[in-house]
């Protein structure tokens, strides 16, 4: 066992309790993280590296099965799952090797199992006490699973669905929030049957409604399914798949059913209340800087109420590492986080919805530019639009406090649309820059520019 007391402590390697063991390494903290499993955590081994895999190989399907309207002759004779599978790990792995390398180069002790907080500065784990003059909580989230819906070989999470040694023929996906619509999204495209059933009137729920309506329609042009207000009334294994039945008497056979209805804080059975930490519905409730409202405590990640995201908890894990040294960081604006749904077409989205944005500025003005008028976009003979919203009515020129976004291969335009947003800029203070001629930088270009007063390829 390494040296028992570190300047921090921390409960779990995922990405809030790397990124703050290697922001805490930086600043000249010793650190001892404590992983019951891997380091990298769910994103890595069971969220979003293996799931973003497992849609590249969908986008492939996709390209093979198209490849005659760019000139290419190709036929789509189905996927090789235990090849998908062989390409999936070696990303895993390649990025494991490359995280346990990048700990260790930094000195941080890892020790393995599963802990249990007994003061606000003792973690057990496995009989052996360890200490630290600060204690990070990072021990994230598992897939919540529904009361009376028994899961198994036919009824399964996200985390059977990365393993899957099978496509499915038909499958019913419950939840239409991003890992239900990344599902659907994936196994559409490889041949499968897909029913999405929402129990809200909209998939992607928390997007601008805007973003909803373009996905459920790009989605059934797909022929997949979209079943909204619809509420499950039961679920049974069959010997053949599952027989999904609805509240209101529509029953949907399927060989699978995914149960994909958020994910839940892993706080039990860890001590937290024990020592008086404050949950919040099994939240860790904590301050702009992390702090738990027990002194020397902190909570970062997916634990902490708001968006469970990876790169937020990279966000949270640097701010706790910062505020343990005593530093002030800013602390992470949920609004400002990036959003991107991976699916064909994918949703990008940062800052306010249009609702959000009137709400907050009491008027809101908004600029579409459809993807048709974009040539890259032509090119990649994909569909879709670029919404701006900036704050205030249509003759004040507030800042641009929120871009939506929906098409294939937009998520990586999210960079720029976060920094315009995360600076307050004005559209024209954006127009003028000049976007690469054939990108999809050019649509948030255009928006900017028709947002400023000065359209250019666009009808006005
Ligand atoms: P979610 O909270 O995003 O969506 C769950 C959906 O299930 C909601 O729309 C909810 O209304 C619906 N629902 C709940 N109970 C239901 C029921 N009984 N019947 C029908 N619908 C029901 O949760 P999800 O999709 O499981 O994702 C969990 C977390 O993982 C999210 O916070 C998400 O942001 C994160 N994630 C992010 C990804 C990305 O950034 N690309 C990819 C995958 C997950």
Known sequence: MPGSH???????????GYACALRAAQLGLSVTIVEAE????????????????????AE??????????????????????????????????????GLTGLVGGHGIEVVSGHGRLVDAHTIEVAGTHLTGTAVVLATGSRARSIPGIPLGSRIITSDEA?????????????G?????????????????QV????????????????CSEQLTRAFRRRGITILTAAELAEAKPTDTGVTVDLADGRSIAADLLLVAVG??????????????????????????????????????GDIVPGPQLAHRGFQHGIVAAETIAGLTPTPTADHLVPRVTYSHPEVASVGLTEAAAHERYGAATTVTYDLAGNAKSQILKTTGAIKVVRAGGPDQDGPVVGVHMVGDRVGELIGEAQLTVG??????????????????????????LALAGKPLHAHW
């Open 263 to 300: 994910r839940a804080p892993r706080t039990d059975g860890i001590g937290l209340e024990d020592n008086g930490i404050e949950l919040d519905r099994g939240f860790v409730v904590t301050d702009p800087h992390q702090r738990t409202s027990v002194d020397g405590v902190y909570a970062v």
């Open 195 to 210: 029913t999405v059933v929402e129990a809200l009137p909209h998939i992607l729920a928390t997007e601008d409604p805007w």
């Open 60 to 97: 492939i399907v996709e390209n093979v099965r198209a490849g005659a309207a760019f000139g290419v002759l190709s036929q789509f004779s189905g996927v090789d799952v235990a090849a998908l599978h062989e390409y999936k790990n070696s990303v895993i792995d390649r990025l494991y090797t």
């Open 423 to 448: 600076w307050e800029a004005l559209a024209s203070d954006v127009a003028p820059f000049l976007h690469a001629h054939p990108s999809q930088h050019e649509a948030l270009g255009e928006a900017m």
């Open 176 to 192: 239409g929030g991003v890992i239900g619509i990344e599902f659907a999204s994936a196994w559409a495209s490889m041949g499968a």
């Open 162 to 174: 990365l393993n899957l040694d099978f496509v499915p023929g038909t499958a019913v996906v419950l």
């Open 38 to 57: 891997k380091l990298g955590g769910t994103c890595l081994h069971r969220g979003c590296v293996p799931a973003k895999a497992i849609l590249h190989t």
């Open 6 to 16: 570190s300047d921090v402590l921390i409960l779990g390697g995922g990405p809030g």
